[in-house]
């Protein structure tokens, strides 16, 4: 895939993720797009995954990831 694939787009992401200060949120239309291990929510999840997922969110963490 083009778009996962190409290197410098990601980093440019990364570099652009790593200087906003308050929390993101990711829309992705790949599911390659979403970084390994990282807090997500795609459409396969069950609700409670989801759910869980954006408590997560609220709670600690900083980026989600939506595939849309």
């Known amino acids: 895939n083009y778009y996962s ?4 787009k990601i980093a440019a992401l990364h570099s652009l993720l790593a200087s906003i200060p308050d929390k ?3 829309f992705c239309k790949f599911l390659s797009c979403i970084p390994e ?5 795609t ?3 069950k609700t409670e995954e989801r ?3 954006i408590e997560k969110f609220r709670d600690s963490e900083k ?3 939506i595939n849309v």
Do not use: T
Request: proline share 0%.
């Open 43 to 45: 459409g396969d999840m």
């Open 37 to 41: 291990g990282s807090l997500h929510i």
């Open 63 to 65: 980026i989600l990831y």
């Open 51 to 53: 759910k869980a997922a």
């Open 5 to 8: 694939g190409c290197g410098s």
């Open 24 to 26: 993101v949120i990711v």
